[in-house]
């Protein structure tokens, strides 16, 4: 069977097309929509002679599927709060920008493979786009609103974080740079090994100094050829989206309730008073049933939210009035148990997935249910990611505590990934802390949560000694 993934701009989802999703993914799927680690949701199921239909039904709703998938520039990535919360300002209409202008035509289509793009609203959210083939990392500078940009990033078997670019562009400069960095890669990515054909073995090939040389080489040909084209264009859009947005004044409108601000998946506006919530189905599959209870919930209330689609497998419905936030909890309830690890993730698996080595969502299910009954102690230990293979569709080189999957002769295993740094201006990809064989997983972690109880220390600070090294050689040489 097939995979369909629609674009979603802007990572937004009505309910009505929620609902109409799901009823597809009945008639013609497996019965569920999966939610993705890059802000999309996919189909799966389908038969090779429904594709057409399938395709023709969903294009006559406004979807449609051009480079999502393939050699070409992917969905571009921006934080799903960016609007909603505090930050340096609202990037959403700059990734729309970039978006429309890759969709215009075939320019950004047939490139030696992926080309992935991510904009960030402040430093707190800045990861993705310190890790992609091109980031944009929103900034002020005198008075301007612009971007420091980062570029050569990716994740994969061969992992590498992106270099800065340039430390300040204006704002009406990004479409230079997604050009230039097309262009590059166009003619410098590897067209004969796919293994090698991302950006950022450009950059591993040539070295930093070489690559940022090409790099100017290539933007300043851009400038040349476009001119003030460019400029004009994305000033415009966001002249004329500046006079939309209205402007709230008066005083801000409370609508809190005492207790919410300690579950993690609830964000508050300021600005308005109300929240926003993260609904985290189990693997990122939404059901028929569940999926559509939970839309008719929001499409019972008397004003307008916002569903937007994360890059770790999760729905923020935004704008939400704290009486209907209790009320859309209590109907989610199964989707969360109170603590972070149980919003674990993992990639797609080797059952759906050509490429995968392990079939990581039953492993997930079996590390997970080990601690349905050990709620506490799961409060000690980290959210994880599990990736199938070396591939990190779960990106589990910048998780907390990640796992890549490989087979052995003796059964399934995984390499374990930690001590990562995400902050500061660039970052340090997690390293291999060692190995230890999957159906262990569960054990190692129960006793990594006392170890962490009982010594009074975060996973973030057990994990930079020696002792968490021990602790995974214990349970990867056999002795358990």
Same mark, same amino acid.
């Given at each position: 069977?097939?995979? $369909?993934?629609?674009?979603?701009?802007?990572?937004?989802?009505?309910?009505? @097309?929620?609902?109409?999703?799901?009823?597809?993914?009945?008639?013609?799927?497996?019965?569920?929509?999966?939610?993705?680690?890059?802000?999309?949701?996919?189909?799966?199921?389908?038969?090779?002679?429904?594709?057409?239909?399938?395709?023709? !039904?969903?294009?006559?709703?406004?979807?449609?599927?051009?480079?999502?998938?393939?050699?070409?520039?992917?969905?571009?990535?921006?934080?799903?709060?960016?609007?909603?919360?505090?930050?340096?300002?609202?990037? #959403?209409?700059?990734?729309?920008?970039? #978006?429309?202008?890759?969709?215009?035509?075939?320019?950004?289509?047939?490139?030696?493979?992926?080309?992935?793009?991510?904009?960030?609203?402040?430093?707190?959210?800045?990861?993705?786009?310190?890790?992609?083939?091109?980031?944009?990392?929103?900034?002020?500078?005198?008075?301007?609103?612009?971007?420091?940009?980062?570029?050569?990033?990716?994740?994969?078997?061969?992992?590498?974080?992106?270099?800065?670019?340039?430390?300040?562009?204006?704002?009406?400069?990004?479409?230079?740079?997604?050009?230039?960095?097309?262009?590059?890669?166009?003619?410098?990515?590897?067209?004969? $090994?796919?293994?090698?054909?991302?950006?950022?073995?450009?950059?591993?090939?040539?070295?930093?100094?070489?690559?940022?040389?090409?790099?100017?080489?290539?933007?300043?040909?851009v400038y040349e050829e476009k001119g003030d084209l460019l400029k004009k264009r994305v000033r415009k859009i966001l002249d004329d989206r500046n006079q939309k947005k209205s402007i709230q004044t008066g005083k801000k409108k409370e609508t809190?309730?005492?207790?919410?601000?300690?579950?993690?998946? $609830?964000?508050?506006?300021?600005?308005?008073? @109300?929240?926003?919530?993260?609904?985290?189905?189990?693997?990122?599959?939404?059901?028929?049933?569940?999926?559509?209870?939970?839309?008719?919930?929001?499409?019972?209330?008397?004003?307008?939210?916002?569903?937007?689609?994360?890059?770790?497998?999760?729905?923020?419905?935004? @704008?939400?009035?704290?009486?209907?936030?209790?009320?859309?909890?209590?109907?989610?309830?199964?989707?969360?148990?109170?603590?972070?690890?149980?919003?674990?993730?993992?990639?797609?698996?080797?059952? #759906?997935?050509?490429?995968? $080595?392990?079939?990581?969502?039953?492993?997930?299910?079996?590390?997970?249910?080990?601690?349905? @009954?050990?709620?506490?102690?799961?409060?000690?230990?980290? !959210?994880?990611?599990?990736?199938?293979?070396?591939?990190?569709?779960?990106?589990?080189?910048?998780?907390?505590?990640?796992?890549?999957?490989?087979?052995?002769?003796?059964?399934?295993?995984?390499?374990?990934?930690?001590?990562?740094?995400?902050?500061?201006?660039?970052?340090?990809?997690?390293?291999?802390?060692?190995?230890?064989?999957?159906? !262990?997983?569960?054990?190692?972690?129960?006793?990594?949560?006392? #170890?962490?109880?009982?010594?009074?220390?975060?996973?973030?600070?057990?994990?930079?000694?020696? !002792?968490?090294?021990?602790?995974?050689?214990?349970?990867?040489?056999?002795?358990?």
């Amino acid at each position: 069977t097939y995979m $369909i993934r629609p674009r979603f701009l802007e990572s937004k989802i009505t309910p009505d @097309n929620m609902k109409f999703l799901l009823r597809q993914a009945r008639k013609y799927g497996d019965g569920r929509l999966h939610l993705t680690t890059r802000q999309d949701l996919q189909l799966h199921g389908i038969k090779r002679e429904d594709i057409a239909e399938v395709l023709e !039904k969903i294009s006559r709703k406004g979807f449609f599927t051009k480079s999502t998938g393939g050699n070409g520039a992917r969905a571009v990535i921006i934080p799903p709060t960016s609007g909603f919360e505090e930050e340096v300002f609202d990037v #959403t209409v700059h990734g729309r920008i970039i #978006t429309d202008y890759i969709l215009e035509g075939q320019g950004f289509m047939n490139l030696p493979r992926k080309y992935k793009i991510s904009l960030s609203n402040k430093e707190e959210n800045s990861l993705y786009s310190k890790i992609n083939d091109l980031g944009f990392q929103a900034v002020i500078r005198k008075g301007r609103r612009g971007f420091r940009v980062y570029g050569g990033g990716g994740l994969g078997p061969i992992s590498r974080e992106g270099i800065v670019l340039k430390e300040f562009i204006e704002e009406d400069e990004i479409l230079y740079q997604v050009e230039a960095i097309k262009n590059l890669f166009s003619e410098h990515g590897n067209r004969k $090994i796919k293994s090698r054909a991302r950006l950022r073995y450009v950059l591993i090939n040539l070295g930093e100094k070489e690559f940022l040389k090409l790099y100017r080489k290539y933007l300043k040909k851009v400038y040349e050829e476009k001119g003030d084209l460019l400029k004009k264009r994305v000033r415009k859009i966001l002249d004329d989206r500046n006079q939309k947005k209205s402007i709230q004044t008066g005083k801000k409108k409370e609508t809190g309730i005492k207790g919410l601000s300690s579950d993690s998946n $609830i964000i508050k506006e300021e600005k308005s008073g @109300n929240y926003g919530y993260y609904i985290r189905p189990p693997k990122g599959n939404i059901y028929t049933k569940e999926g559509n209870r939970i839309m008719n919930f929001i499409k019972k209330l008397d004003y307008e939210v916002e569903l937007k689609l994360t890059s770790d497998q999760k729905i923020l419905v935004r @704008n939400l009035k704290a009486e209907d936030l209790i009320e859309l909890k209590k109907i989610t309830g199964k989707y969360y148990s109170g603590s972070e690890f149980f919003n674990s993730y993992s990639c797609i698996g080797r059952t #759906t997935c050509n490429l995968g $080595i392990l079939d990581t969502p039953v492993i997930l299910d079996y590390i997970l249910e080990h601690f349905n @009954n050990k709620k506490e102690l799961a409060e000690y230990i980290p !959210k994880i990611s599990l990736s199938g293979c070396p591939n990190s569709c779960a990106a589990h080189k910048i998780a907390k505590m990640g796992f890549s999957g490989k087979k052995k002769k003796d059964g399934d295993y995984f390499t374990i990934y930690a001590r990562g740094e995400f902050k500061g201006k660039t970052v340090k990809l997690n390293e291999e802390v060692g190995e230890i064989k999957a159906e !262990k997983i569960p054990y190692f972690l129960e006793e990594l949560a006392e #170890t962490l109880k009982q010594e009074n220390k975060t996973y973030e600070q057990y994990m930079q000694e020696e !002792k968490f090294i021990e602790l995974i050689k214990k349970y990867s040489e056999g002795v358990i």
